[in-house]
């Protein structure tokens, strides 16, 4: 695969994502922290049963009322960006809970399982299939872009979804009283959307208890042309003086997101193994929670480090989705002992995996 200079950024790394940090405090505690490090993944123990789990509002100071023509507020109230050479990545995922990811550029949704607020200036969402955990929060997020006049909203979404996502949006609509500024897309595995000029969002089958999708952002770039590499470069300034084209155009998977999925997707989207951002799936880990993945279609570590091999080319690898029933510690000792050859390259600022007094 060949790929951009994205610097030491973007070596390859695996990380775990439950909930990262508020990037929208301005205090110096908050901006020091950032200094050190590009990545402060929240440590906090998950809420208990029964309370409450919405994300603390940001701070309102220097903020102000949302008017015509006015930009959205869209910092997230529980969030910060993952970094990843090009890419930023802000999100939040537990298993049977809520997952949501944002990803800029080109601020691109995946998944809304709550009221995410990272995701109100988000002009386009990709839903990977009807679980409330990843869909609950679209007719929030529809409701939030009308109020706050951000524009219309539109909703991609597995063919097999359409018509019970558009019912569901209707209920919400005939609650508020209010028609919202959407257009629902259904679409099959292998249909592309442009979502700027030289980026495509293409869908891909998963391995689901329910119809679902993953999706590769594709991105358009130029490169010298494979017959004049390795020629001077005085004799490459003179073709293109002459009028030759010496680059061509090719395209890369520069980001793929799978969604909830057990093993088959490997199978069903070989293009994985391009990424040079993958965002995957990883529900559990160790001897006890064994066979529980195809069971439910979610993958356990050992289906990843038994296709380690097939994710060599991936600059950055985040695993998402965890259960609950699995602690921090059981994440690093799982990962050492899989992924033995890739251990050394995972951060030490690991996300922590979720209390043991949880279950997903």
Known sequence: MTTGTTGASCRRRWWCCRRWRCAASASSTASASRRRTAIRCSRRSPPRSGSSTRPRRASRSGSSRSGAGSTPRSEPSVASALRLGELSIEGWSRAGEETWFRVHPPGLGFDAGRGAAALVGARDLFLTHGHLDHALGVPWLLSQRKLQRAGPTRVVCPRGVAAGLEDFVAAAERLERVEYEREIVPI????????????????????HVVPGLGYHLMRRRRRLRADLRGRSGEEIARRRAEGEAVEEEYEEVWLSYTGDTGPGVFERAPRLAESRVLLIECTFLGERTRGRGGL?????????????DRLAGCEAIVLFHLSRRHSRGELERAVARLLPALAPRVPARRASAGARDGRA
């Open 296 to 308: 439910y279609g979610h993958l356990h570590l050992e289906d990843l480090a038994s296709r380690a």
């Open 188 to 207: 099959e595995a292998g249909g592309r959307v442009r979502v700027a000029r030289e980026l495509e969002v293409e869908a891909f089958e998963v391995d």
